[in-house]
């Protein structure tokens, strides 16, 4: 594990920095509506700084995930917002890349780069969250390709969605993994409904999406008939890759909000304020160095390592952990309403992090048993 920038990396990470200071405007990005995400995102892609691993071939810059590392750190320090289209850059694309015709690929990664296709992931149902085999969105074959029927639940950024990646079933095969498959839905096709879900922090970012009878042509398939869980697991494995670093790099910029917010209060010198803060500092730099060996495992072997369970885990609690104090500490002081909102909303929204993208209980399961060699819990 290295824990200096090659030149190279270093290189990049000055002119990124600059970069940042001489385009991102002054104010809180987190405030930004949809249209300024979007024209954030095109200055990005123009700067070279979306698909930054991606492969040249796709309009990539080919670079290691070490790149991809520095772009996080240096994006969370700065307080830049997120591209638009995350799912389908870090994501879809990759699916894509590995697994998707030369055709698809032609037709969206382009335009996933530049942020004029969004993509949204479609896995999730009410009786299949956790339980993702348990799909029920049924595929039937159809003179036209197939038609698509069933309930999606919980997709983040459907509501701006171009495309979907939908996991259906098209067999109701004796193994449930084997017949599943994942189209690439048009969003505009007929009979697809998104309705937008309100979450506790007021945000309105993830939906349901229902389908009632919609055609999708054949080559909507991505991968194999029947093969859709590969594609499936591809898409997840792309989710826990690079994203640790920027979990990481995140909580560390918040960490630094949480200080400053502790100094403004004048809370300072509580002790027990201090220890606290002194143990997520300890916990965020944990949390860095394991970021910093699961990447390394990715370089070294393409597939991210258990150390991005353990991350997500960690990663989520010490979030929730952090908003806590920050509102404990603002609570019933007057003057403070600016920071109050700020932290109450990352308060609220830190309750989904052990939530999405694998639960805490899932995740202590995967550690138990393949990191530990535990045998299966019935
Ligand atoms: C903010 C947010 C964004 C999301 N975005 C997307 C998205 O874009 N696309 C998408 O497809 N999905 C998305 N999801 C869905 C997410 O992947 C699921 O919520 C998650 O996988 C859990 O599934 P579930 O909600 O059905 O809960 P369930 O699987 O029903 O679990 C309920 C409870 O039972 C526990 N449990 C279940 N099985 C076990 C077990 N075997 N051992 C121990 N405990 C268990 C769980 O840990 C949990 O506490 C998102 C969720 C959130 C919160």
Known sequence: MRLVDTDDEAAFRATLRQWLRDNLPAGVPHSWDTEQRRAWSRRLHTAGYAGITWPREHGGRGLSPSYQA??????????????????????VGPTLIRL???????????RILSGEVIFSQGFSEPDAGSDLASVRTLARRHPDGWVLDGEKVWSSYAHLADYCLL?????????????????LLD??????????LRQMSGDTDFNQILLDSVVVPADAVLGEVGAGWRVAMT??????????????????????????TVRAVGASDCPIVRREIAQLHIEVQALRYTGYRAL???????????????????????????????????????????????????????RTNTIEGGTSEILRGIVAERVLGLPRSH
Request: charged share 20%; hydrophobic share 40%; glycine share 10%.
């Open 100 to 110: 998707g015709s030369p055709e698809q690929q032609q037709a969206f990664l382009p």
């Open 296 to 350: 390394t495992a990715l370089e070294r072997t393409g597939t991210p390592g258990p150390e991005s369970s353990v991350l997500k885990l960690r990663w989520s609690l010490a979030n929730q952990r952090l908003a806590t104090l920050a509102v404990r500490v603002l609570d019933g002081r007057p003057g403070t309403d600016d920071w109050y909102g700020y932290w109450r909303r990352q308060l609220l929204r830190s």
């Open 70 to 91: 520095v772009y996080a750190e240096e994006s969370a320090l700065a307080g830049a917002p997120d591209h638009v289209n995350v799912i389908g850059i870090g994501m």
């Open 187 to 196: 969003m505009r096709a007929p009979g697809v409904q998104v309705r937008p």
């Open 167 to 183: 996991l259906a079933r098209t067999d109701e095969a004796p193994t449930r993994h084997r017949g599943l498959t994942c189209f």
């Open 235 to 260: 898409t997840l494995a792309h989710e826990r890759g690079t994203f640790g670093i920027t979990l990481t790099s995140r909580l560390a910029a918040e960490l630094g909000r949480l200080v400053e």
